[in-house]
Nanobody
Framework: QVQLVESGGGLVQTGGSLRLSCVGS????????VGWFRQAPGKQRDMVAI???????DYADSAKGRFTISRDNAKNTVYLQMNSLKPEDTAVYYC???????????WGQGTQVTVSP
């Protein structure tokens, strides 16, 4: 069974930082693309950052310069370091993974990030 578990969300003030973690089981992150998505109330789920099996990265414009996605293959974990947080970053953040050459995608349960003014 594939399972993705996010953690690290919480309540921070504007300008603060959080580091989100996504731990995978039943799937090897080293041969997968793993991404972070977020969904605010009443909004669609949007991509925030993606890291490929080759460690190439892609970021939403709103995340560039503030967020960094990285991986630790030994721990089968992907991180999202979030700095200079803004209230508009408030959302539930979800981890998504897809194995290389395969189409099936998997989602975690989400972790709440709230940024207060």
């Amino acid at each position: 069974q594939v399972q993705l578990v996010e953690s690290g969300g919480g309540l921070v003030q504007t300008g603060g930082s959080l580091r989100l973690s996504c731990v995978g089981s039943g799937i090897n992150f080293s041969s997968s693309a793993v991404g972070w998505f977020r969904q605010a109330p009443g909004k669609q789920r949007d991509m925030v950052a993606i890291i490929s099996n080759a460690d190439t990265t892609d970021y939403a414009d709103s995340a560039k310069g503030r967020f960094t996605i990285s991986r630790d293959n030994a721990k089968n974990t992907v991180y999202l370091q979030m700095n200079s947080l803004k209230p508009e970053d408030t959302a539930v953040y979800y981890c998504n993974a897809k194995r290389r050459f395969l189409s099936a995608q998997y989602w975690g349960q989400g972790t709440q990030v709230t940024v207060s003014p």
